[in-house]
């Protein structure tokens, strides 16, 4: 406790927030945002969590966050696999577009590289991926090397496969419904028939993690199109179609 005060008072000499988070976890779950008026809640909330680590850094108001996926194989080849930007929702991850739009995207891309080497000469095999933010002056900051399947890996997998039936595809968005209409995949392919993959085109709605769907109507769109706004409105239409947020 007195560890932790001293690190969070020190960043707060200099910064007017900080973030602590448990490294263990993701979606946004069990992150503080400390500043000075707040100080004490936070530290009483941080200490009912019975937190066996926190990560403790200043607060950065991103204006895009950029997620960079490679693999790195058995010969030691590393291969890059997709860069997107991440949709964000009160710390929450709630989707991906791609491609990224941010300026940053290539300065991203030769630190992942460059990470990736460090990872394969220390013995590493596998996927990984690199979050960063971007902030409003422009700089670039590694937010967390997430060394295993990503959340989005299958959706870039799913697109490979896609290319390589149909040919290119331009643009894709991902959006993650936590709680939606509790529906079977049948109702929900009846719902957007015209939307749904058919076999024939690139282009369409894929419906993603759907073990929540008959439960809570939980599951993720994956919408591919010719650019950002066909897939932007691909979205916007399965949403419409399951009544999503009415």
């Given amino acids: 406790a007195d560890k932790l005060h001293e690190v969070i008072n020190g960043y707060l000499v200099k910064e007017d927030q900080v973030i602590a988070k448990d490294p263990k976890s993701s979606a946004g779950a069990n992150i503080y945002i400390i500043n000075r008026l707040n100080y004490q809640d936070m530290l009483d909330k941080i200490r009912l969590g019975g937190h066996q680590e926190l990560l403790i850094e ?17 010969d030691g080849d590393i291969s890059h696999i997709a860069s997107s930007d991440q949709l964000v929702v009160n710390y929450a991850h709630t989707g991906n577009v791609y491609p990224s739009q941010s300026k940053q995207v290539k300065k991203a891309q030769h630190y992942s590289l460059e ?33 295993r399947m990503n959340g989005s890996t299958p ?15 331009q643009a894709v968005r991902l959006y993650q419904i936590r709680h939606g209409t509790a529906m079977c995949f049948e109702e929900l392919a009846n719902k957007t028939r015209d939307l749904i993959y058919g076999g024939k085109s690139q282009y369409g709605f894929f419906p993603l993690d759907q073990g929540l769907l008959e439960q809570c109507g939980a599951f993720t769109i994956l919408a591919t199109g010719s650019s950002e706004q066909h897939a932007q409105a691909i979205v916007k239409e399965t949403l419409a179609r399951i009544k999503y947020g009415e």
């Fill in 155 to 169: 959706a870039w997998d799913l697109v490979n496969r896609l290319e390589s039936r149909h040919g290119p595809v």
């Fill in 58 to 74: 200043k607060m950065i108001e991103p204006v895009s966050e950029i997620n960079d996926q490679w693999t790195i194989g058995l």
């Fill in 115 to 147: 990470i990736g080497r460090m990872m394969r000469d220390a013995g590493y095999v596998g996927l990984f991926g690199i979050d960063y933010l971007e902030d409003n002056k422009g700089s670039l900051y590694i937010s967390e090397n997430n060394s």
